[in-house]
Nanobody, 124 residues
Framework: QVQLVESGGGLAQTGGSLRLSCAAS????????IGWFRQAPGKEREFVAA????????NYADSVLGRFTMSRDNAKNMVYLQMNSLKPEDTAVYYC?????????????????WGRGTQVTVSS
């Protein structure tokens, strides 16, 4: 199994930036799709971005398209989410998750393993 640990969350101002990291350990995850999800208080967990094990283009939720960029470095067992032009509505706990295969699912139910999350708070 793969273990995931997120880091890099914190407090940012509107218009600011944060970079989240997701560190993987255990079996190799280079063949797995990794996704980023977020959950705000009182709301359901929602899709943010996902990328195949081989890298390449990620797919993004419309709400973050053009502002967030996902990347991964399989040699370092790391996945990143660069978040720019942050808005108060980006405030949430952010999770990375993984699934076998190549389908970059936007459904949290399709992911097999999860990190514990990192809090992102954007002040207005």
């Amino acid at each position: 199994q793969v273990q995931l640990v997120e880091s890099g969350g914190g407090l940012a101002q509107t218009g600011g930036s944060l970079r989240l990291s997701c560190a993987a350990s255990g079996r190799t995850f280079s063949n797995d799709v990794i996704g980023w999800f977020r959950q705000a208080p009182g709301k359901e967990r929602e899709f943010v971005a996902a990328m195949r094990g081989s890298g390449g283009t990620a797919n993004y939720a419309d709400s973050v398209l053009g502002r967030f960029t996902m990347s991964r470095d399989n040699a370092k067992n790391m996945v990143y989410l660069q978040m720019n032009s942050l808005k108060p509505e980006d405030t949430a706990v952010y999770y990375c998750a993984g699934r076998r295969g190549v389908y970059r699912s936007s459904s949290s139910r399709d992911y097999d393993y999860w990190g514990r999350g990192t809090q992102v708070t954007v002040s207005s």
